[in-house]
């Protein structure tokens, strides 16, 4: 794909790509360069068999765990525009990780070039005043505690709504930005440009209306508008969000963290079902994230939350307490939605609203910012 160039422009892109130090390349970073040089080739596996299987995979809430085990898209009849397959699942859910990807798939977000992998250190000082403006602009002041939040005294979900909200934990002035860091993560990232481009296809055939989210700010590269493509935060503990940044989320472990639980009960289960729960609010997300230090970087009384690159596609926006968590999860999987909006803000008079993704490979966890609680 690289006709014509000489031993010069190979020793070069050896050592870019850091095979000198290390004597391997894999294809990942490989890829990456390629497409950066310009090469956008197929990877031609779809012309020798490959298959798009279906990749839903869900937790109910009995606390089992489905997969699905169709090989093979073929539509169903009937389904409108053969959006459905035979198992139940739409087109989109059949993601073929060999014949639908190119090169480009591989490559970073526009306008930028990952030279290291993993979590790397955030110097670009207008980067990080770009997400210290967007902790300041997300940060919600007023009617801003959930029971979530917990009891001064007992902690969360270890008493009585009632003593939890008379006793409320004092919910920050502010955050301030102490530490960023990048998640040049390759396979992460390309798993998310195939489900993007996949819903996107979906987006483009199907009338969608785009959601505004607050925290879907500009940083330095683009969002995809035409598929509800959104910045949204996530908080944890800061070995879970770099767990997280390493192999993605687990659905699975929705509502064993800081989710609001029955006295006695170890796990709750969340309000729109098993899925990925992010906010537009670090308000919200902050409610989650616990106060630590960080010997390895002389950091203390931190707490972590990631900014999260999600595509929402054609949302299903919920704003009553009418939840039917089951048929939310089908209608993401088996119907017309790609990701629920719980929106408890426009007639419930609620504090927040929430994004809720049920497929992890439409969450990129982007960055993960270490903060500082103000009061």
């Known amino acids: ?66 997969r699905c085990s169709c090989t093979e898209f073929k539509a169903q009849e009937g389904s409108p525009d053969g959006l459905l397959c035979e198992c139940g699942h739409k087109a989109s859910m059949h993601r073929s990780e060999t014949g639908q990807k190119s090169l480009s798939s ?71 930005l102490r530490k960023a860091f990048r998640n040049q993560n390759y396979v992460l990232w390309q798993r998310y440009a195939l489900a993007k481009s996949a819903i996107a296809e979906e987006c483009n055939r199907y009338a969608h209306s785009d959601s505004s989210i607050l925290s879907s700010v500009a940083i330095d590269s683009d969002l995809d508008r035409g598929c509800n493509e959104w910045r949204v935060f996530h908080g944890s503990g800061l070995q879970a969000c770099k767990d997280i940044c390493g192999s993605n989320f687990r659905t699975g472990l929705a509502g064993t963290g800081a989710t609001w639980k029955e006295p006695g009960k170890d796990t709750g289960v969340p309000l729109y079902g098993y899925g990925i729960y992010c906010a537009e609010h670090v308000t919200k997300a902050d409610e989650y994230a616990k106060v630590e230090s960080d010997t390895s970087l002389d950091l203390e009384k931190i707490s972590a939350t990631l900014l999260v690159r999600c595509v929402g596609g054609r949302a299903n926006v919920v704003t009553t307490n009418e939840i039917d968590t089951e048929k939310l999860r089908k209608d993401v999987f088996d119907g017309p ?3 629920v909006l719980g929106d408890r803000v426009a007639t419930l008079g609620k504090p927040f609203r929430e994004v809720v993704i049920y497929d992890k490979d439409q969450c990129f966890p982007e960055f993960l910012l270490l903060y500082e609680r103000q009061y």
Not at 4 to 30: P, Y
Not at 32 to 60: H, I, N
Not at 108 to 132: C, N, R
Not at 142 to 165: F, I, M, P, S
């Open 337 to 339: 939605y790609h990701s």
């Open 106 to 176: 591989f490559a970073p977000p526009a306008g930028l070039a990952w030279e290291q992998e993993g979590l790397v250190p955030v110097e670009d000082e207008g980067v990080l005043k770009k997400l210290q403006d967007l902790l300041t602009a997300s940060h919600k002041d007023k009617d801003n505690w959930t029971r979530d939040r917990g009891c001064a005294e007992h902690g969360v979900g270890k008493c009585a709504l009632a003593c939890a909200a008379a006793k409320r934990v004092p919910v920050p002035t502010g955050y301030r």
């Open 1 to 66: 794909c690289f006709k014509g160039k000489d031993d010069a422009f190979l020793d070069t892109a050896w050592e870019d790509l850091g095979g000198l130090g290390s004597g391997t390349v894999n294809f990942a970073r490989f890829a990456s360069w390629a497409a950066a040089e310009g090469s956008d080739l197929g990877l031609g596996l779809d012309e020798v068999g490959a298959k798009r299987p279906c990749t839903c995979r869900l937790q109910t809430n009995e606390n089992t765990k489905f």
